[in-house]
Each structure stands twice: as structure tokens, then as C-alpha cells.
């Protein structure tokens, strides 16, 4: 099995875009928690030529210790309180990369890079309630359970409940 610890972040190039829409846009890539439906073909090209890192959020690659591309992280800017904002962040593996260890080590390193980079004190995910292994992931990662915000989500025809997890700067230091 891969060692999760070989792998790092970095930004999106050209060359993944291809990758990055198979993860987004194949229902069976996707995998039965990360499809939403078709999206306008060519969008994430688009996205990726205007630039995915801006002072609102961003994406980043998952690259494995042979500069395999395994999936990518995003954030973006969520306000708490009229002077409160935090980032909100996402994970997606391709599906042959999943269970290896790597979700958890990415999001670890996100955090970790967003309090490193940015002022917020604050770093949350949520995921569906049935999403056992990526709750597994982000408590190993280090984040706490905070609760379910129920009918959160809209996905394959149904409203789903959807956990809220969260990490502190403080937390970091723990």
C-alpha cells in the first residue's frame, strides 16, 4: 500500500484538467457522494484559465510521492459573523485512490496550510451522515464533530442529512 505521507499539494496545471474532469463530471469517478449531476461541459477548463487561487478560495491537486495525480482539495470563504469568515473545504479522490490514506493526510495538509497562509481562525467540512469513511478521514485529519445539519444537501433526488466538522488555529498547537 502507498505511504498517505508521500504526497503533497500543489496548483492545477493544463495537464490535469482532463483528470479533474473525470473526477467532476463520470457518476461512477464521482462515486455515489461526490456527483451532482452533468455540469456545463468545458466549465472547469474555463475556471482553471480565469485561475483557481483567488482571496476567496481555490483547488489544489493531491499528487502522490510519484507525482501521480490522486485528487484535489478546494476551499472557499464562508462568513460566521459580519467579520467572521472561515473556510469551508472539499475533498475528491479518484475512485482507485480512495481507502489508501490519502484523504486524510490532504485535508491535514490543507488546514494546515490555510492557517499557515491566511488569518482565519477557523477551517470546516461537512459530508453526508452516510459518508462513513470520509468522516473517518477528516476525525484522523484532526478535525472534531460539531453535529448533523439535517436536509442540507440535495443529491440524487433527495435532501440528506450532512455532518459539520470543523478545525481551530488553536487546535493545531494540540
Known sequence: MPNPDQ??????????????????????????????????????????AEGFLSAQGGRLVIAADDARFVGEVQWHEVMQGPASPCWNIGISLLTAERGKGYG???QRRLAAYLFDH???????????????????????????????????????????????????????AA
Open 118 to 172: 491566511t488569518k482565519v481562525n477557523r477551517v470546516e467540512a461537512s459530508t453526508e451522515l452516510a459518508n462513513i469513511a470520509e468522516q473517518r478521514a477528516l476525525e484522523k485529519a484532526g478535525f472534531t464533530r460539531e453535529g448533523v445539519l439535517r436536509g442540507a444537501c440535495f443529491r440524487a433526488g433527495a435532501w440528506r442529512d450532512m455532518v459539520l466538522y470543523s478545525m481551530l488555529r488553536s487546535d493545531q
Open 7 to 48: 504526497i503533497h499539494l500543489r496548483p492545477v496545471t493544463e495537464k490535469d484538467l482532463g483528470q479533474l474532469e473525470r473526477l467532476h463530471e463520470d457518476p461512477v469517478e464521482a462515486g455515489d457522494h461526490g456527483f451532482f449531476g452533468f455540469r456545463n461541459p468545458g466549465q472547469l477548463r474555463r475556471q482553471w
Open 104 to 106: 486524510t493526510q490532504a
